[in-house]
C-alpha cells in the first residue's frame, strides 16, 4: 500500500482495515492473474464520504467550470489518496469537441478542483480530436494513453491512432508518442477507405504480471469489433480479435476480474446500451449477458474482494457508485430513484 501521509488518521485506520480485504487480483495459479494499473484501492474516506444523494456521488461540469457535456474519461488515485478524473470535453467532435481533456481531482467526492485541460501534441502526427484517455501507474510515472484522431486535414478518412504521453505529478505532461496503428489481418485500418481506420478507446490491464491493451478497431466484415494488443520489446501491435465481442458500434471497452472470471463492459449501440460480456480468458470464448446498464463509458477501481469502485457518464455528470462484481444492473437503481436525473443535463 501506498503511504498517505496527507490524510488524516480515521482514514488511514480505515485503510488499515481495507487491507485485510483488498487484493487486486486472485492469489490461484489457475485463474487469470488481471489487475488494471494502479493497482491502488479506492480509499474508504471517498466511497463512503458525505454524498449529495446517499447512493452516489458525482463531478457535475457546471461545477469545474466546463460547459461540455462529459464523455470516455479514467479515473486514478494518486499517492496521497486524491481522487483524478480525465473526460473527453463535448460530443460533436465533428463540430469541434474533443480537442482537449477535462482534468478535476477531488478527496472527498463534494468539493471538487478543475485543473489545467490536457492537449497532447506530436510533431510528427496531427492530433485534431483528443479521446477517451486511459492513466495508469508504471515505472514511478504516470502514462496517458489515447486515441489521436487526424481529422481536420482528412475529415473523410477519420485517421484514429492509439499515443501515450507522461507525466510525474499528473499536472504536466510530456510530448506524445506513437503507441500502435492498429494493422492487422481482421482489420481495416490503414486501407484509406472512409471511415476505417478505427482505434480508440484503450483500456490497459495487467494479466500475470504483462501490461496488455483492448481497443476499438473496424472488422473487415464492416463492423466495429474488440482488439486485444500486446508490448513486445518496447513496441505494441495486435494480437487478436476478440471474435465473439463485434457489433455496428463497439466502444469504451472497460474490464475488471471477480474470482476468475473477466468481466467486459463495451457500449454496444445496436443494443441500445451498454452490455455486459464475461470469459474466463481475454481471448474467450465470451459470453453477453443480458444486462444493458444505465450510463456508459464505464471505469471500475477496486474498494475490496467483493465491491468494486465505479464511474459512468451520465447527462452532464460523471457519476460515482459503489459496483456489484455479481449483479451488474443493481446500481441502475440509483438512476430510476432519481428519474434519470433530468436537472443535470447540459442545455
Known sequence: MLTRTAIPLLVILALSLLTAFSACSPTDPTVPVLEEPPCEPVPLSIVDSGRRHPDFAFLRMPDVGDTKQPMDHSIVVDESGVLHCFWIRGSDWIGGDGIDLGHASTADMITWSPHDRVKPVNPDYSIDRVWAPQVIREDSRWWMYFCGVEFDSIPAENVQRIFVTSSTDLLDWSEAELVLEPRHALTTWGSGAPWSSDARDPVLFRENGALRMLLTVRHVDGGQAIALADRAAGAWSVTAILDSVQGRVMESPSLYEHEGTLHLTVNNWTDGGTRVWTAT????????????????????????????????????????????????TASNAVFEDCGGMPAFALK
Open 281 to 328: 480468458d481475454v481471448l474467450g470464448p465470451w459470453t453477453k449477458g443480458p444486462e444493458i446498464l444505465r450510463g456508459f463509458a464505464f471505469e471500475f477501481l477496486p474498494v475490496g474482494n467483493d465491491a468494486q469502485f465505479c464511474s459512468r457518464v451520465w447527462g452532464s455528470s460523471i457519476l460515482f457508485t459503489r459496483f456489484d462484481p455479481l449483479d451488474h
